[in-house]
């Protein structure tokens, strides 16, 4: 299995009128920018790999299904290390 880290990343985000938070753009860096083509679910959960609990998000993101966490009010990734 390959190794993941714990990675923080700036989050471009909506405001919804009922008060939820949709994000639009996860910003790896500069040249790595994936727009979030379309949130699948919302729920709390654990994150096993890599520690940390928060609202995950089930995004896809380029066709892909990926997990971006809400943790305190900061975003994380599991990255590949």
Known sequence: MEK????YVPVVVRFETTGKLRPLVVEFDEEHQYVVDKVLDVRRAACQRVGGVGDRYTCLIRGKETYLWLEKGVWFVEAKK
């Open 4 to 7: 993941r880290e714990k990675r």
